[in-house]
């Protein structure tokens, strides 16, 4: 389980997080929704190390990942799909993959998950030698998906998954992440499209200004008035 | 998977055989022409225009590859030249060479080797050399990247720029002269001119072949760092340094790695362009040096090692051989008025340059490389191939 407790952040006198306490039990989805700013891509880049916080404390089955180095938390099994997709252009489909596994040595396994993630996205095996950055929006969002599989993680966070994508693709990308943690794989979600996300998810929290101001289940959320007002529109 | 493996194979034995039978004919032509014929130019232009290959796509690595645009290279150029030479100068001829000077260094690798071993032991001694080299401006490339190697883009040029010209500068200084010979020049050390090869009493001249030789053995070995994990990161920090760094990519490590081995291969490229040229001096490699280089890699295409090593021949080619006529007022037939000689030919060669960047954007090979353009006919399975 992760577990994020009384977490502080701030950008050079700019607090982000003022106190966010969340918990992801292993096997579940889990979604942070809130407005802009109010704090949830600081906490996603908070957990996977990019960001250093000004205290509180960030464990992953019982031991304290806060402070670690990047690699050492990618090698966890805690991995981040970043926001805006932010594929290697210039590199092919295959090669942006095998830059997914960089951190790991085992050849043979590689491949397996290779062929697992492919079959996963059959579109990303036919466009294998294409170079990512001539990828449709939706197609690089599953590469950028495809590609933190493949360091194996047990816990993978996206970041906006839905982010400039057309509604039908956003559907697609949603059963893309239903049939991930369907394999066993904890999902860390963050959203804007709060409907799907509340849909989809087991648990949700919602971020306001830099603290947890609501929690729950996706359902009562979803039927909550405050929250139906505030970020479904209705 | 399994038929890519030995497709991958195939493609490999191919090149090797390529480039070997292109290092026979280097060596065939060594022995055919003469230096004074009236195709020695041509011979002229394979020394230089290997060593600028060898610079440019040394260069490619880190400005093409990792994305880290820096402009120190006639720098690190000059220290391998200057750490060629020094090593190289045999102990007699040191005082005349450091006439003004009392040369601090009397230590010359091939001569001491040979006295060991022979003929083997000088070229030895110069393999030593010229890695000393490489690994001399590695050190320095190591040193100065610790704190330059946090700057980004335009800062990172500058700050590059900056040490090349301090390089030069201390390298001319007179109280360094006892290492340096000061702002004189270095010669009478292991030159290209001066390497034969004799075999039961024949001479076989060798004087293209060795930096042809380097040259092809330092670019093969950036092929390999290219192709290997190590190159695939770079160019994932080239793309976006954010998602590099979310895959566990050790971005400082890896610029770090960048940085000194494109260094340490210039310190070759610098060793062999004295090989070549005969004399070391600081005056020489100034920041023209590297805008050079870098046009060089422009010309051929950003991010293509067959396209650093065409545009280099062909930059040499032009400036050194081809456009030679207009200085003496006749060109591809035509007798040019007097006002035309003399330096007329640097106005042509930089309109030839502008129509290329005009007409070729990208460059003459954009990012794909030389074998890619015969793969195109044939579509799929030339592109499993690649794998």
């Known amino acids: ?234 | 998977m399994l038929e890519n493996k030995s497709q991958k194979r195939k493609n490999a034995w191919i090149a090797f055989l390529c480039v070997l039978a292109f290092l026979a004919l280097i060596f065939c032509l060594d022995q055919w022409i003469k230096p004074t014929d009236k195709l020695g130019m041509l011979l002229i232009v394979l020394q230089k225009g290997s060593v600028y290959a060898l610079a440019a796509v040394s260069m490619n690595l880190l400005n093409g590859y990792t994305g880290l645009f820096s402009l120190g290279h006639a720098g690190f150029m000059l220290l391998g030249a200057y750490t060629y030479a020094i090593f190289t100068i045999p102990d007699k001829s040191r005082d005349a060479v450091y006439q003004y000077f009392d040369a601090a260094i009397r230590f010359s690798i091939p001569e001491k080797l040979s006295q060991h071993m022979g003929g083997f032991g000088t070229a030895l001694g110069v393999f030593i050399a010229l890695v000393l080299a490489g690994l001399v401006a590695a050190l320095m490339a190591w040193l100065i990247g610790l704190p330059v190697l946090r700057l980004k883009s335009d800062y990172l040029a500058i700050a590059t720029l900056g040490f090349a010209e301090i390089i030069r500068a201390v390298f001319q200084w007179s109280k360094l002269g006892p290492i340096t010979n000061g702002s004189n020049l270095l010669k009478n050390f292991a030159r290209a001119s001066k390497f034969k090869l004799e075999i039961a009493g024949t001479k076989l001249s060798l004087s293209t072949f060795v930096p042809v030789l380097i040259a092809t053995v330092s670019i093969t070995l950036i092929v390999l760092i290219v192709n290997s994990t190590y190159g695939r990161a770079f160019k994932a920090i080239r793309d976006d340094e954010v998602a590099a760094e979310a895959m566990g990519i050790n971005l400082a490590k890896h610029k770090m790695i960048a940085f000194v081995t494109s260094s340490f291969f210039a310190g070759v490229a610098g060793a062999t362009l004295a090989m070549v040229l005969s004399i070391a001096q600081a005056n020489n490699f100034k920041s023209a040096m590297t805008y050079e280089i870098l046009l060089m890699v422009v010309l051929g295409g950003i991010g293509s090692i067959t396209g650093s090593v065409i545009g280099s021949l062909l930059f040499v080619a032009a400036s050194e051989w081809w456009l030679r006529g207009l200085d003496s007022g006749k060109f591809l037939g035509i007798e040019a008025p007097n006002i035309f000689r003399n330096g007329f030919r640097l106005v042509v060669f930089s309109v030839i340059i502008m129509i290329v960047v005009l007409f070729f954007r990208e460059g003459i090979l954009g990012e794909k490389e030389l074998p890619d353009l015969f793969r195109k006919k044939k579509k799929d399975p030339a592109k499993e191939a690649q794998s």
């Open chain 1, 1 to 234: 389980m992760l577990k994020i407790d009384n977490l502080h952040v701030s950008y050079g006198g700019i607090r982000a997080l003022q106190g966010v306490s969340l918990e992801v039990p292993d096997g579940k989805i889990v979604t942070l929704i809130g407005a802009n700013g109010a704090g949830k891509s600081t906490t996603l880049r908070t957990i996977s190390g990019l960001v250093k916080a000004d205290s509180g404390s960030i464990t992953y089955d019982g031991q304290e990942i806060l402070g670690m180095p990047i690699n050492k938390i990618l090698e966890k099994g805690i991995a981040l799909v970043p926001e805006g997709r932010r594929v290697f252009t210039n590199l092919s489909v295959l090669e942006n993959l095998r830059i997914g596994a960089y951190l790991r040595n085992d050849k043979a396994q590689i491949e397996k998950d290779l062929q697992w993630v492919y079959e996963l996205f059959p579109r990303l095996k036919e466009r294998s030698w294409q170079m990512a950055g001539t990828l449709s929006g939706g197609e690089q969002q599953m590469l950028a998906v495809a590609r933190a599989l493949m360091s194996k993680p047990k816990v993978i966070m996206m970041d906006e998954p839905s982010l400039g994508l057309a509604p039908l693709v956003v559907k697609g990308i949603f059963d893309i992440i239903r049939q991930i943690n369907d394999q066993g794989v904890t999902v860390l979600l963050i959203e804007q499209n709060a409907n799907m996300a509340l849909k989809v998810a087991d648990f949700a929290y919602v971020l306001e200004t830099g603290r947890i101001t609501l929690t729950g289940t996706g359902r009562e959320l979803l039927v909550n008035e405050d929250v139906k007002k505030a970020y479904l529109g209705s």
